[in-house]
């Protein structure tokens, strides 16, 4: 089984503040993605990366920028946190889209911004 | 990328076949069907995905009509726990141009 973790799960963290959420695959995949959702609405996707020191903007703009250090890990940061950018994040990974379980999903990271 | 056209939502009686339909009539030549499903603002999970052979696998079948301009996933024997929003998505099988979009989805019930 395809293994994705994102941390944390929550997080409530006041206005200004410099946040990171962590995401690591343990399948070898190059292709990474970070979407953003509020609830009830659709998935916008707003970074992706193909490969270790590849990163591009996804389809909706966002304040949030990424890396791609590492093959296994694609951390997302907010250098300065506002109430606008509470939603949830869900970071996916993929080998390609001709594979079994195509794009798999992390658990999502449900940030509030107070 | 083509855009899909589902019903916003629809319920299906537990143990029935949940048939969930989904038109792409501008699909491209060398677009793929696929379908994810979201239950309760989990990550998305794959479910399946085709070109134009009706596909099969553990979880559902995929049926795509012969002109290619619709299909329909069929959970053959819901359960609850198939309760969630269903997405259809089409995408180019591109390597290195490979971004999935969602759109609003189907919200499916099963109801007991």
């Known amino acids: 089984e395809a293994d994705i973790y994102q941390t944390p799960r929550y997080l409530v963290i006041g206005t200004g503040k410099k946040i990171t959420l962590e995401c690591s695959q343990t399948m070898g995949h190059d292709k990474m993605y970070w979407y953003q959702q509020d609830p009830g609405m659709e998935l916008h996707l707003i970074h992706y990366?193909?490969?270790?020191?590849?990163?591009e903007k996804g389809d909706l703009s966002s304040e949030s920028t990424v890396s791609r250090i590492r093959t296994e890990h694609f951390p997302l940061t907010l250098e300065s946190a506002r109430p606008s950018h509470t939603s949830q994040y869900l970071c996916?990974?993929?080998?390609?889209?001709?594979?079994?379980?195509?794009?798999?999903f992390g658990s999502g990271t449900r940030l509030t911004v107070v | 990328d083509a855009k899909t056209t589902q019903p916003t939502s629809m319920d299906c009686a537990e143990g029935r076949a949940a048939n969930l339909p989904c038109n792409h009539s501008?699909?491209?030549?060398?677009?793929?069907v696929y379908w994810y499903r979201q239950i309760h603002s989990q990550g998305p999970q794959y479910i399946i995905h085709g070109l134009k052979n009706n596909e099969t696998n553990e979880m559902a079948s995929l049926i795509i009509t012969e002109d290619r301009k619709s299909s329909t996933l069929i959970l053959p024997h819901a359960t609850l726990r198939d309760t969630a929003v269903y997405y259809c998505?089409?995408?180019?099988?591109?390597?290195?141009?490979?971004?999935?979009?969602f759109g609003t989805g189907t919200r499916l019930t099963i109801i007991p």
């Open positions: 996916a990974s993929s080998e390609d889209l001709s594979s079994r379980y195509g794009y798999t």
């Open positions: 998505i089409v995408s180019p099988y591109n390597f290195g141009n490979e971004k999935l979009t």
């Open positions: 990366s193909y490969g270790v020191n590849s990163t």
């Open positions: 501008t699909i491209s030549g060398n677009e793929y």
